[in-house]
């Protein structure tokens, strides 16, 4: 019998890619759109676990806007902190595994790359609320898994990736944060791997490795700058335009970010013997589906 699966959030980038993917995993899955439950109302929409009685619930909904959170902190705590933790605590009662994701956002980029156990210290509302849905999750869910992850780029949404095309595709001048540091991921493969240990989260107890808090990003570091590099040349080969490096305090913005929020995804990678390949590889697929696309 195929797993069922209940996800909530169906347009965003992780949420378009685990649509995607789901049935080659043959994966039973049911998708909960921001009209079928909003999490801006927590307990209405930790319903719908009950209701539907899953194998295992997705997380892929968020309020992602950093900048936003900054002056929005009681919806974006309420969306990305109390809802997880309601919609845990219903995991937990209906006997249900949970996926919840996270961000490098909750360290504070001065000391990375970071393991999962290291001491975290958001910078931002955005990452002070991700943080506390964190906890909030693992607390009420012993069956729950919380991946962290980084810099999420796909051929859907805003996104990095889309925005360097566009901006270079208008002849602009590129100008790009070369002082922080972190790893691009791209939802596929990110989708790729949620599904790939969904049958194993399913089957295993609490106590078990696979539950808890783990890392999971693409493989290499790089600069924002580098990253706008690696995209161009991927696109435009030996045409790619230079990219000027800026630094942080050049591009002023209401949320601070961390300078170095590298996820070090090594005990991850253990647990689930998977490896992620290198953000180019990945990034070349992206460019390749937004190539078809045009
Ligand atoms: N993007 C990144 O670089 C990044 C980095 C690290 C971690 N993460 C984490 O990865 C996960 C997936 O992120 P993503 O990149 O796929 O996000 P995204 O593309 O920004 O999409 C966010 C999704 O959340 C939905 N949403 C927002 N507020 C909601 C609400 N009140 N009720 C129901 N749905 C709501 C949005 O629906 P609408 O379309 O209706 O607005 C959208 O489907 C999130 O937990 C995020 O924190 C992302």
Not at 84 to 101: D, Q, W
Not at 205 to 226: I, Q
Request: hydrophobic content about 45%; aromatic content about 6%.
């Amino acid at each position: 019998m195929s797993l069922r699966v209940l996800q909530y959030g169906a347009t965003g980038q992780v949420s378009r890619e685990l649509i995607r993917q789901a049935a080659g995993f043959g994966i039973d899955l049911t998708v909960l759109s921001r009209a079928d439950a909003d999490l801006a109302d927590p307990e209405r929409c930790a319903r719908r676990v009950a209701e539907h009685r899953p194998d295992l619930v997705i997380l892929a909904a968020a309020y992602t806007a950093v900048d936003l959170a900054e002056t929005e902190a009681v919806l974006a705590r309420r969306v990305n902190a109390e809802a997880p933790g309601a919609i845990a605590r219903a995991c937990a009662a209906a006997g249900a595994a949970m996926i919840h994701f996270s961000t490098d956002y909750v360290f504070d980029g001065r000391g990375g790359p970071y393991a999962p156990g290291d001491p975290t210290g958001p910078l931002n509302v955005y990452g002070e609320t991700k943080l506390e849905g964190e906890g909030k999750v693992l607390d009420a869910c012993p069956r729950a898994l919380v991946i962290r992850t980084s810099w999420v780029v796909s051929a859907h949404g805003k996104n990095f990736v889309k925005t360097i095309l566009r901006v270079a595709g208008e002849g602009g001048p590129l100008k790009v944060v070369d002082d922080q540091f972190g790893r691009p991921t791209a939802a596929a493969d990110l989708a790729g791997f949620v599904f790939s240990v969904a049958g194993r989260l399913a089957q295993a107890r609490a106590g078990d490795p696979v539950f808890g808090l783990h890392h999971f990003a693409n493989a290499g570091e790089t600069t924002w700058r580098g990253f706008a590099e690696g995209i161009l040349e991927l696109a435009m080969g030996a045409g790619a335009p230079a990219v000027e490096a800026i630094s942080t305090s050049d591009r002023p913005a209401p949320a601070a970010r961390p300078a170095r929020g590298t996820l070090d995804t090594s005990a991850t990678e253990a647990v689930f013997e998977v490896r992620p390949r290198p953000w180019r590889d990945a990034v070349a697929d992206i460019v390749a589906e937004l190539k078809v696309a045009a």
